[in-house]
């Protein structure tokens, strides 16, 4: 077997919360891939031109049925996997941007055919939750933010 060629992929996503008497809520999916359910952060790939932060908006909208706005970008989580492109294997360098996104409206649901489920789930209860050690961290650091701000 020959070596796979590389190639990059950009995608961005956000941690959708909001605070109602004293709690702080954020907004996870629960997914299958490849016969494997998770829970994890929305996100998406960044299409051609389109800036990260309006992806992560757009992103999390598709994936939730929630509208958010923007409080600034969390971090950026980078990692390497395997997946079949046009029939062949190779090997993808992922970048994902993930944003802190402040709930505006829209009544909590999973996108057709992508989510099987969209919840709003307390923050100390989500981040153990999460099925990638990266959106964990995401996870920490969008909590301390929110505290600092006091969102």
Same mark, same amino acid.
């Given at each position: ?14 941690? #959708? ?19 494997? !359910?998770?829970? /994890? ?7 051609? !031109? *389109?800036?990260?932060?309006? #992806? ?18 969390? !971090? ?6 395997? #997946? ?19 709930? /505006?409206?829209? *009544? ?24 990638? *050690? ?9 909590? /301390? ?5 006091? #969102?």
């Amino acid at each position: 077997m020959g070596k796979a060629q590389t190639l990059t992929q950009i995608s961005s996503g956000g941690i #959708a919360f909001r605070s109602q008497s004293g709690r702080t809520e954020i907004a996870l999916i629960h997914t299958t891939m490849s016969g494997k !359910d998770r829970w /994890q952060l929305p996100k998406g790939i960044v299409e051609t !031109d *389109e800036p990260a932060e309006e #992806a992560a908006l757009r992103e999390v909208r598709e994936e939730t049925n929630l509208s958010t706005i923007s409080r600034g970008l969390i !971090d950026t989580a980078e990692y390497w996997y395997y #997946a079949i492109h046009e029939g062949e294997r190779v090997r993808y360098h992922k970048f994902v941007h993930f944003y802190l996104l402040q709930y /505006q409206s829209g *009544e909590i649901q999973g996108q057709v055919g992508e989510v099987n489920e969209a919840r709003w789930v307390e923050i100390t209860e989500a981040i153990p939750m999460l099925a990638f *050690e990266s959106e964990r961290k995401i996870a920490q650091k969008a909590q /301390q933010l929110i505290l600092k701000q006091g #969102a």
